[in-house]
């Protein structure tokens, strides 16, 4: 399995990027995608995340209503739309799938397979 992520850079504060992962090396359909971010100095801390098989869609109350997650079967790609960008959201950016489990796919735990991660700098 191989998880490749990109699309990140430098961008000023209030600017947007999107992130891309494009999955490959099995069928995703049971499996839950997720984005998490790591800042030097913390944890990784969990994103949010989108069951590969249908609509339902997973989001930290720090990005809740400035990140959008979203999927394309047909390439096999999830996208992280990030809007209005603040400096607190510098980070690498890793994208990850797991098996389907119950509850909230929030903990790093929950996920399989890594991206190597995609460096997000937002400038104030």
């Known amino acids: 399995v191989q998880l490749q992520a990109s699309g990140g850079g430098l961008v000023q504060a209030g600017g947007s990027l999107r992130l891309s992962c494009a999955a490959s090396?099995?069928?995703?359909?049971?499996?839950?995608m997720g984005w998490f971010r790591q800042a030097p100095g913390k944890e990784r801390e969990f994103v949010t995340a989108?069951?590969?098989?249908?609509?339902?869609?997973y989001y930290a109350d720090s990005v809740k209503g400035r990140f959008t997650i979203s999927r394309d079967n047909a390439k096999n790609t999830v996208y992280l739309q990030m809007n209005n960008l603040e400096p607190e959201d510098t980070a690498v950016y890793y994208c990850?799938?797991?098996?389907?489990?119950?509850?909230?796919?929030?903990?790093?735990?929950?996920?399989?397979?890594w991206g190597q991660g995609t460096l997000v700098t937002v400038s104030s």
């Open positions: 990850a799938a797991g098996t389907l489990r119950i509850g909230v796919p929030s903990s790093p735990y929950d996920y399989d397979y």
């Open positions: 090396g099995r069928t995703f359909m049971n499996y839950v």
């Open positions: 989108i069951l590969w098989s249908g609509s339902r869609t």
